[in-house]
C-alpha cells in the first residue's frame, strides 16, 4: 500500500479549472488500477492531497434539488458568483474566498476501503483543528460534515462534505468555513438543510484566521489520522 500523498495548493482557482484538474488525476489513478487488474501487475497508485480557494460559486450534487438555489441567472450574476451541477454526492453548498477547500483523491486501496470511515476521518481532521483554536465542534447525527453545537436548536455547520468514489478511488471532498462570507449562504438552502445555521472559524472567534496557518493544522490532522507521509 502506498501512503506516500503529494500535497498540492493550487490557491484562488476557478472551479471549472479544478474540478478538470481534479478528473484529471481521478482519471489517471482510476486508469493504473484498472490496467493493474487486466495485465495481472502491481503499479502503484498516487495520491494527492488538494487545498485551494474558490471565487463565488454554487455547486450542486447529483442527488441534490435545483430549487435549493434561491437566485436566477440575474442574480447569480448581481452576486458575482457561478452555479454548477456536479457529480459528487449531497446537496448544493457555497465555495468562496476564506474558505478551505480540500479535494483529497485518495485509492482508498492505500488506506482503508471504507466510504463512511474516510468521511468519518476528513470530519475528525476538521474537529481537531477547530479544538487548537478553542472551538468544540462535533457530528449531527445524520448528515455529514462538522457542526457546533449539534446537540442543541443553535446548531450551526462549519463544515460540508460531498465526495465521489469510484473503484475505491475518491475526489470532491469538504469546504471548511475559516474567514468565508457568510452573506453568500443566504441565497441557498444549505445542504438542503432549511432550519439550521452556518457559522465559520471567524465568526465564532471575532477575528480574522491566518489562512496558511489553519491549513497546515489541517493538513497536520489529516496526515496524522491516514497515517499518511505527505510530500
Known amino acids: ?26 482519471n489517471t489513478t482510476v486508469a493504473i488500477k484498472t490496467a493493474n487488474r487486466t495485465n495481472h501487475t502491481t503499479l502503484e ?11 463565488h460559486v454554487y455547486t450542486l450534487g447529483k442527488s441534490g434539488h435545483p430549487e435549493n438555489l434561491l437566485l436566477d441567472e440575474q442574480g447569480l450574476a448581481d452576486k458575482g458568483a457561478t452555479y454548477y451541477k456536479i457529480n459528487r454526492g449531497g446537496d448544493i453548498t457555497y465555495h468562496g474566498p476564506g474558505q478551505i477547500v480540500g479535494y483529497p483523491i485518495l ?6 476501503t471504507d466510504i463512511h470511515l474516510y468521511l468519518r476521518t476528513l470530519e475528525e481532521a476538521v474537529i481537531l ?28 455547520k462549519i463544515c460540508a462534505m460531498g465526495v465521489r468514489c ?4 475518491t475526489m470532491h471532498g469538504f469546504a471548511f468555513n ?5 452573506d453568500y449562504f443566504n441565497n441557498i438552502v444549505p ?6 445555521d452556518v457559522t465559520s472559524m471567524q465568526r465564532e472567534l471575532g477575528y480574522a484566521l491566518d489562512m496558511a496557518e489553519v491549513k497546515s493544522r489541517l493538513k497536520g490532522h489529516i496526515a496524522d489520522l491516514f497515517h499518511m507521509t505527505l510530500h
Not at 469510484?166 to 478511488?169: A, I, Q, Y
Open 129 to 156: 483543528t477547530l479544538a487548537d483554536y478553542g472551538i468544540a465542534a462535533g457530528r449531527y447525527p445524520g448528515f455529514t460534515g462538522v457542526w457546533i453545537d449539534a446537540d442543541n436548536e443553535k446548531a450551526r
Open 45 to 55: 497508485t498516487p495520491n494527492y492531497l488538494v487545498f485551494c480557494e474558490h471565487p
Open 178 to 182: 475559516v474567514n468565508a462570507s457568510l
Open 107 to 112: 485509492d482508498l486501496d492505500n488506506f482503508f
Open 166 to 169: 469510484s473503484r475505491w478511488v
Open 1 to 26: 500500500m502506498n501512503k506516500n500523498v503529494q500535497f498540492i495548493d493550487w490557491g484562488l482557482t476557478d472551479y471549472q479549472e479544478a474540478w478538470d484538474k481534479q478528473e484529471g488525476l481521478f
Open 191 to 196: 445542504c438542503g438543510i432549511d432550519d439550521k
